[in-house]
């Protein structure tokens, strides 16, 4: 639910969207933002593709204990 709402609050509801193509620009450059950029908790846990590329990474690095 949370992803959503930021969806709308932060891109969405702050564009004049008038075509289907405009709102997939509009959510695509949001979505890419929020997985790339963003940190991800009030702690600063790093954004989703930057954590998926460490913990893959890890798993394929065994020998770096």
Known sequence: KRLWRSL???AVYL???DEGFAA??????WMNFDNSERQ????GTPPPDE???EER?????????
């Open 24 to 29: 997939q620009r509009v959510i695509d450059e």
């Open 15 to 17: 564009q004049d969207i």
């Open 51 to 53: 954590a998926y590329a």
């Open 40 to 43: 991800h908790s009030a702690f």
């Open 8 to 10: 709308k609050n932060e």
């Open 57 to 65: 990474f890890l798993i394929k690095s065994p020998s770096l204990s």
